[in-house]
């Protein structure tokens, strides 16, 4: 898995634990990651762990493992940053779908792609593609459909344009 695409669904997995924490008391990402990875050591005796079902993405022999953790950080850092902005720019996208009545799943994946938007670096129509496989494989059968269209107006509309 690529770097990038590692470092994105790292991200989630890390703002979803914190989502449902209510974002109070969380650890870390570098801690949050570090836990994973001796989990990952501990159940596998080393080696690789993305079983397909599991979802979690550590490959300890991956020398750009830690590149894929470097994004996820950053990544996770601007959502945070600006998490109320964010917030507010997703509610204007998404017409009579508030933050609180979006899926976990679904809201921390649109708060990636609009705090990946605003770092810039990456083309729009990238960051929208892996939301929607993200969203493909940890969502719902309609999760896609619904990243894919909030995600679209993101930077499109200048009422909600966070570009």
């Not at 490959?59 to 959502?79: G, T």
Request: negative net charge; glycine residues 8%; hydrophobic residues 45%.
């Amino acid at each position: 898995m690529r770097p990038r695409t590692a470092g994105r669904r790292l991200a989630l997995q890390y703002l979803f634990m914190a989502d449902m924490n209510s974002f109070r008391m969380v650890e870390s990402p570098a801690e949050f990651f570090n836990t994973q990875r001796r989990a990952i050591l501990d159940n596998s005796a080393g080696g690789s762990a993305d079983s397909g079902d599991g979802g979690f993405v550590f490959d300890v022999d991956n020398p750009k493992q830690d590149e894929a953790e470097e994004f996820a950080a950053a990544l996770v850092a601007a959502a945070l940053g600006e998490h109320d902005a964010i917030d507010r720019e997703l509610e204007k996208a998404a017409v009579n779908w508030p933050i609180a009545r979006m899926g976990v799943i679904e809201r921390n994946i649109l708060r990636l792609v609009a705090a990946e938007l605003r770092r810039g670096g990456t083309p729009r129509a990238v960051v929208i593609d892996e939301a929607v496989d993200l969203a493909k494989r940890f969502g719902d059968k309609e999760s896609g459909a619904f990243v894919n269209g909030i995600a679209d107006k993101l930077g499109r509309d200048p009422a909600t344009s966070v570009e």
